[in-house]
């Protein structure tokens, strides 16, 4: 309930203050598990994937420091977020990650790991394409623009303005065999997932 409240009003307020639009729609699954996977360029990016996958709750994970606020932390526990130590060195996130996806759920991640400094597509980490690997679940990649206008990193303040989520058709990514090492596999993955959300931030309208 927590998180259907949550996404109806942040819906509005994203319709109001940024004139939200969704492009591709049409490419959402009706039922998972699926992945969404997404650039990261602010903190409003979780609620904008969130808003535009209208098909089903998307669970998202976030860094740990977040579940110790004292609002935020009872929201991201109510919504079902998974606590992410960064540094730590645990695979427990993962596992709670893949867990979602045999649970048949929706998952949000942000291939880059953390927020973008400057709005570009950064590299994406190792640990994003061992989910991908380790899940084998068809992903949905989403290019969201925008965002790192209407409240940049390091900002306190929005600053209205158009914020379009355009989300790319289904893909499916099998494990390479290209490589020995399974760190370089994970990153060829990542780097794939990567190369597919840019392409959608330069077709055109």
Same mark, same amino acid.
């Given at each position: 309930?927590?998180?259907?409240?949550?996404r109806? +009003?942040?819906k509005? %307020? %994203?319709?109001i203050?940024?004139r939200?639009?969704? @492009?591709g729609?049409?490419?959402?699954?009706?039922?998972? $598990?699926?992945?969404i996977?997404?650039?990261?360029?602010?903190?409003m !990016?979780?609620?904008? =994937?969130? =808003? *535009?996958?209208?098909?089903? $709750?998307?669970?998202?994970?976030?860094?740990?420091?977040?579940?110790?606020?004292?609002? %935020?932390? $009872?929201?991201?526990?109510a =919504?079902?977020c998974i606590?992410v #130590?960064r !540094?730590?060195?645990s695979f427990?996130?993962?596992?709670? *990650?893949?867990?979602?996806?045999? #649970?048949?759920?929706?998952?949000? +991640?942000?291939?880059?790991?953390?927020?973008?400094?400057?709005?570009?597509?950064?590299?994406?980490?190792a640990?994003?394409g061992?989910?991908?690997?380790?899940?084998?679940? $068809?992903?949905?990649?989403?290019?969201?623009?925008?965002?790192? &206008?209407?409240l940049?990193?390091?900002? &306190?303040?929005? @600053?209205?303005c158009? =914020?379009?989520?355009h989300?790319?058709? +289904?893909?499916s990514?099998?494990?390479t065999?290209?490589?020995?090492?399974?760190?370089?596999?994970? #990153?060829?993955i990542?780097?794939?997932?990567?190369?597919?959300?840019?392409?959608?931030? !330069?077709?055109?309208?």
């Open positions: 309930m927590a998180y259907f409240i949550s109806l +009003i942040l509005v %307020l %994203l319709k203050l940024f939200f639009e969704v @492009r729609s049409e490419n959402l699954p009706r039922k998972g $598990p699926f992945i996977a997404s650039n990261h360029a602010s903190i !990016d979780p609620a904008v =994937v969130g =808003v *535009a996958c209208h098909t089903m $709750p998307v669970t998202f994970m976030a860094k740990r420091e977040l579940f110790d606020v004292r609002v %935020l932390g $009872p929201w991201v526990r =919504v079902g606590p #130590e !540094d730590s060195g427990k996130p993962l596992k709670d *990650a893949v867990q979602k996806l045999k #649970e048949g759920k929706a998952l949000g +991640i942000f291939p880059e790991g953390k927020r973008s400094p400057d709005g570009r597509l950064q590299k994406a980490e640990g994003i061992l989910l991908l690997s380790k899940s084998g679940a $068809p992903i949905v990649p989403v290019y969201v623009s925008g965002t790192d &206008k209407a940049a990193r390091g900002k &306190k303040f929005i @600053r209205p158009k =914020v379009t989520a989300i790319g058709k +289904i893909i990514i099998k494990e065999t290209e490589f020995s090492e399974r760190r370089k596999i994970y #990153e060829s990542g780097e794939k997932v990567i190369n597919v959300i840019s392409r959608l931030k !330069d077709e055109p309208r």
